[in-house]
C-alpha cells in the first residue's frame, strides 16, 4: 500500500485477511497493544480499490493490555478490537467474533474447542469444531448473550418511498428488522434506510430485510452501519431469527423448548438457536485466506 492511503504510519506491519460466509475482515495481530489504528487507517485497509478490501478491521490484542478490556482479562485473554470499514468503533460483529478465534487458532494461541473473547459487547464464549479429515476448517459457534427488545415500538423502515413495520432487537449492537415479499425491495442499500420515529437509534443502526425460505429458514440483506451492505452480518441473522421466533409464536422462554432456525445470508448460510434461558448461539464457517506486511 502506499503512503497516499493514509496507512504509512502502520507500514510494516503484519495483517490476515479472513471472513466468515463472505464478511470479509483485515486482521491486525497486535499481542501487546502497541498498535494505534486511526479512523483513516482503517477506512484505507478496508477501501477495496486502494487498499486490501474488507467490511471491517480486528485488532487482536491481549485484554490485559488494552484499557477498553482490560477489566475482562480475568475472562478472556484475547480482546476483539472492531472497526467498521469507515473507521468507526462498533461493539459487537458475530461473524467478526468467529474469523478472530479461526486467526487464534491459525496463529496457535488457541486450539479446537471452547475459549472466551473480549469484546466492547461482553465476554463471548466461542465453540472451535477439529477440522475435518480432509482439512477444511471446522465450523465456529459463538454464544452471542441474550437479545433486548429496548424499544421504541413502531419503528418504520423505509426504501424508495415503501415503508415495513421493523422490530427493534438489541445484540450488543442496535438492529432493525423487517420482513419484506422480496429482497429487491430493499433497493441497492448504498445508503442506510430511513427509519422512524426520528431518535430511535442516536448511534446509528443495522437494518435487515427478511423473506421466508421455508420452515424455519429466511433469508436476509442488511445495511450494516459503518459498512453499507455487507455479504453477511451475525449479529443481523441472530437479530432476524429472534424476529422470526417471535413472529411464529416460537418463544423458547414460553415454550421451554429450543428453536434454530436456518438463515441464508448472501455469501451462505448461518444457524441460529435460541435457547429457554435466552442465550443465542450462532453457527458458521471461518477461514482465513491470506497474509502479508502492509507495504
Given amino acids: 500500500m502506499s503512503e497516499h492511503s493514509g496507512t504509512s504510519g502502520i507500514s510494516g506491519t503484519a495483517f490476515l485477511k479472513g471472513h466468515g460466509t463472505q464478511n470479509d475482515f483485515v486482521i491486525v495481530p497486535d499481542p501487546d497493544g502497541r498498535i494505534d489504528l486511526s479512523a483513516a487507517d482503517v477506512a484505507a485497509l478496508c477501501d477495496r480499490r486502494a487498499g486490501i478490501g474488507a467490511d471491517g478491521v480486528l485488532r487482536v490484542v491481549r485484554s490485559a493490555a488494552e484499557p477498553a478490556a482490560a477489566g475482562m482479562a480475568g475472562q478472556a485473554e484475547w480482546f476483539m478490537d472492531y472497526r467498521n470499514a469507515d473507521g468507526s468503533i462498533a461493539e459487537m460483529c458475530g461473524n467478526g467474533v468467529r474469523v478472530f478465534a479461526r486467526y487464534l487458532v491459525h496463529a496457535g494461541h488457541a486450539g479446537s474447542g471452547e475459549l472466551a473473547v473480549a469484546t466492547r459487547g ?12 480432509d482439512g ?8 452471542m448473550g441474550r437479545a433486548a427488545f429496548p424499544g ?22 442496535p438492529h ?3 420482513f419484506v415479499e422480496d429482497l429487491a425491495h430493499a433497493g441497492h442499500l448504498y445508503e442506510a434506510p430511513a427509519t422512524a420515529p426520528a431518535g430511535a437509534y442516536p448511534q446509528g443502526v443495522n437494518v435487515e430485510f427478511v423473506v421466508d425460505r421455508g420452515e424455519r429458514h429466511v433469508a436476509m440483506r442488511v445495511h450494516e452501519r459503518g459498512s453499507g451492505e455487507t455479504r ?23 415454550t421451554g423448548e429450543a428453536v434454530r ?4 445470508v448472501p455469501g451462505g448460510r448461518l444457524v441460529i438457536e435460541e435457547f429457554p434461558d435466552g442465550r443465542i448461539e450462532m453457527t458458521g464457517p471461518a477461514v482465513i485466506v491470506a497474509e502479508g506486511v502492509l507495504a
Fill in 122 to 133: 461482553g465476554v463471548k464464549r466461542v465453540r472451535i469444531a477439529a477440522d475435518a479429515p
Fill in 136 to 143: 477444511t476448517p471446522g465450523d465456529v459457534t459463538v454464544d
Fill in 152 to 173: 421504541p415500538d413502531g419503528v418504520t423502515v423505509t426504501v424508495d418511498g415503501r415503508s415495513w413495520p421493523a422490530l427493534n432487537v438489541n445484540m450488543g449492537n
Fill in 176 to 178: 432493525a428488522v423487517a
Fill in 232 to 254: 453477511s452480518c451475525g449479529t443481523g441473522a441472530c437479530a432476524v431469527a429472534v424476529a422470526a421466533i417471535r413472529r411464529d409464536g416460537a418463544d423458547p422462554a414460553a
Fill in 261 to 264: 432456525y436456518t438463515v441464508d
